[in-house]
């Protein structure tokens, strides 16, 4: 029975709420819809705070509740994980209060919402490129700011993933090897060995160094092995360029015991042929 009634109790207090909520909705009030809204929000409900905030914000935006009022839209955005719009949110903000009480926390937030948004490394990195230049945006604007350090992790973090799609590209130029010819010299090898080299180009301190100067020696050492006769020399001689990079930067590499093995072989074909 006591069971029966706290059910009864909670579906009272439910419809109480629901019905409040729908009152509130109805009013012409735009004041009375905002209080609400930040009641909801302190209440955890943001789906009902971003409901009542798209109605009232367009109207207080020109307001003293303006601020505050576009400040807390995007922080309702961010709660409900909605990151690409929280950003946008963010962005409005920043740019129509420039010197405003939450400028700072805004331009910091529009970068890492689209942080958090950043997919996995083999899709389209559209909002990774988007978040590190907010974030440098931010680093710029306020170098003494305590987010700082927050700030440059991300984009080391982000600058990592960036290299490894490379890395990625990287390693299915060199497994597609001579399937799917291209129409210039070197197919497939002569790609992974210029996409490498573009890597650490852009990303001259990331961890993926030494898998990006071993997939340049392989390459060449396939392109050195089907080249003609008359560029063997060269590609020999290319190849062992690549040993010495690899050996000099990684002398206890990972991949030294292999990069060894294939160089010896390149070293008999130059004592064998007088090259």
Known sequence: MKRKAAVLCLVACVFAACGEYNKILKSTDVLVKYEAAKRYFDKHQYSR????????????????????????????QFALKDYVAASDYYKNY?????????????????????YL?????????????RAMQLFQDFIEAYPQSERKDDAQNALFEMQEKLAYKELLAVKLYYNLGDYLLYSFPGGNYQSC?????????????????EDFIYYTFKAKYEMALQSVDEKKAFRYRDVEDEYYSYINDYPEGKYKKEIVKLYNNIAKQLVQNGL
């Open 94 to 114: 920043a740019g129509l209060f420039p010197r405003g009480k939450y400028t700072e926390e805004a331009r910091y937030y529009a970068a890492y919402s689209l």
């Open 49 to 76: 705070t971003s409901t009542l905030l798209e109605d009232v914000v367009p109207s207080l935006k020109s307001s003293a509740y303006g601020e505050d009022a576009m400040y807390l839209q995007a922080r309702t």
């Open 117 to 129: 948004d950043s997919p996995d490394a083999r899709l389209d990195q559209s909002d990774t490129y």
């Open 193 to 209: 060995v210029i996409t490498a080299r573009n890597a650490m180009r852009l990303y001259p301190y990331t961890k993926y160094r």
